[in-house]
């Protein structure tokens, strides 16, 4: 049950390749979902990722118990955006929004 959806990505101005993926129950009411996924190394190569010169994050508030990744599209909307040069600012500014802004209930 998550607050926030968060994605983080280097030199893509756009999140539509990081969606989340579907959750997948097996029998025993088990998922295989992850909160954190790996790097695409598709996208941008590993040894580019180092040096990248832009950082975008992506922060999409939802109601605690409602995420859905299966119905998370492209076309939602996100309450927080920031792109930074050179820096990991991005990550420490989503954070900062998150904990100003607290959770759903």
Not at 16 to 36: A, C, K, M, R, Y
């Amino acid at each position: 049950m998550v607050d926030y959806v968060v994605i983080f990505t280097h030199d893509m101005n756009y999140f539509t390749t990081t969606l989340p993926e579907t959750i997948h129950t097996d029998q025993n009411g088990f998922s295989d979902w992850s909160p954190v996924t790996s790097v695409d190394d598709t996208q941008i190569p590993a040894s580019l990722l180092d040096r990248a010169h832009r950082e975008y994050a992506w922060v999409f508030r939802v109601h605690r118990g409602t995420f859905d990744p299966g119905k998370f599209t492209s076309r939602r909307r996100p309450q927080y955006t920031k792109t930074e040069s050179r820096s990991t600012k991005s990550i420490e500014a989503a954070m900062d929004f998150m904990a100003e802004n607290g959770a759903t209930q």
